[in-house]
């Protein structure tokens, strides 16, 4: 208890002649140091956070990683589905072109 009121004494010594150069010396000296230490926490914690989320996103990565490699293999293409999906875009672009030479005559509502 004695250490904590004899700092607690100079600090507000150190404050109250704070007009003191020797004084503002030290003021000066205390609030850089202060500062440094916050800034060297905030890159700490900015370090630890930054390498949490990694793990976390490499975790994820070899869960992705292990439930696909345990699933069954893909069976391959149906031919008969891909041949009527190649059909529906053929389908689909004379559609377009036909659109483009004859658009549909449409009335305008604002008129």
């Known amino acids: 208890m004695n250490q904590l009121t004899l700092i607690w004494t100079r600090i507000r010594d150190t404050y109250s002649y704070r007009y003191e150069p020797e004084y503002l ?3 000066a000296e205390n609030f850089w140091r202060a500062v440094l230490f916050v800034l060297a926490l905030v890159i700490v914690g900015g370090i630890v956070y ?12 070899s869960d992705i990683e292990n439930s696909v ?25 004379v559609n377009y072109e036909f659109l483009k030479a004859h658009p549909p005559k449409v009335v305008d509502p604002s008129k």
């Open 25 to 27: 010396r030290t003021l």
């Open 50 to 61: 930054g390498g949490l989320a990694l793990l976390t996103v490499l975790a994820d990565v």
């Open 69 to 93: 490699a345990s699933r069954a293999p893909v069976p391959g293409l149906n031919r008969v589905q891909l041949q009527a999906t190649i059909d529906g875009f053929e389908s689909r672009k």
